[in-house]
């Protein structure tokens, strides 16, 4: 994968603390384009949040972290196809109760990412209120359609943009809108009319962001707690039995326990197993 230095969604939305709707609209059709590429492929993602968003130094949006994909195909056993997946502020209703085979989780995912975006908040805190098919996605006043905001409210939401993200938030997997094989109808729906698809996709549309970069190099828009970690690649299969240190006298032979990784979600013990 190509290093994309510009910051993910979330940490420029921290930083923006909302995004105004053109920029919502310009992210959204970057993301949505990674998504049904995906799909295209008979791939489902299951993880689609913003911090899976990342930008490259011209602040073009492009989707990462692949570890919980899934190739949907007929071999695919009912098991597998509907194990738990995903971070829970992005989840749908039906996967807590593993009732999906298509790829409408991931437009349900797609549907939290844009409505974040707006507010920087999610629509639903806790599982309980995701899967309570009563609890619909929280908005101030539907006449004049507004969504609660974390930080202050504000009439920049379209009715449009308030449609769009209600019919993605559909809980009813029946009624929501991506729950066809084919969704590249979705391109066509009002939210995205200011979009012009083959000079976006091209890369021709300029990006609301900016990432002013000091160099290639600079990975100034992570958080440091990443950035700092020391990782020693050389070593990385000291838990896996069979070292790669290329010295003659391995000291990492004796048994010496080292946790790479260590302070983050994604860890050694996911990719050798159980420590011991």
């Known amino acids: ?42 791939i489902r993602h299951q993880d689609i949040k913003l911090e899976n968003v990342l930008l490259d130094s011209n602040g073009n949006a492009k989707l990462c972290d692949f570890t919980l994909c899934l190739k949907i195909n007929e071999n695919i056993s009912e098991k597998t196809e509907r194990e738990e997946c995903g971070t829970l502020p992005y989840r749908s209703p039906e996967s807590f109760k593993l009732e999906y085979t298509d790829y409408s989780i991931d437009f349900w995912s797609f549907g939290i990412c844009i409505y974040t975006m707006f507010t920087n908040n999610f629509p639903f805190q806790n599982e309980e209120s995701i899967r309570d098919l009563n609890i619909k996605i929280p908005i101030i006043n539907k006449k004049k359609s507004r969504f609660t905001l974390f930080y202050k409210q504000m009439d920049i939401v379209s009715d449009i943009s308030c449609d769009f993200i209600s019919r993605l938030l559909e809980k009813n997997l029946n009624e929501r809108l991506g729950n066809k094989k084919d969704n590249n109808e979705i391109k066509n729906e009002d ?30 828009k992570f958080s440091k707690k990443l950035t700092g970690i020391d990782f020693n690649f050389r070593h990385i299969g000291l838990r896996h039995k069979k070292c790669v240190c290329d010295q003659v006298k391995c000291p990492h032979k004796k048994g010496k326990k080292t946790y790479y990784f260590k302070g983050i979600s994604f860890n050694e013990k996911f990719i050798f197993g159980k420590t011991k």
Do not use: R
């Open 1 to 42: 994968m190509e290093f994309l230095n510009g910051g993910s969604l979330q940490w420029n939305l921290k930083k923006q603390k909302y995004f105004n709707e053109e920029t919502v609209y310009f992210y959204s059709a970057q993301i949505l384009c990674g998504i049904l590429f995906l799909h295209s492929k008979q």
């Open 191 to 220: 939210f995205f009319k200011s979009i012009d698809w083959n000079l976006l996709e091209s890369g021709q549309l300029k990006s609301p962001f900016n990432p002013k970069l000091k160099s290639p190099e600079d990975v100034s």
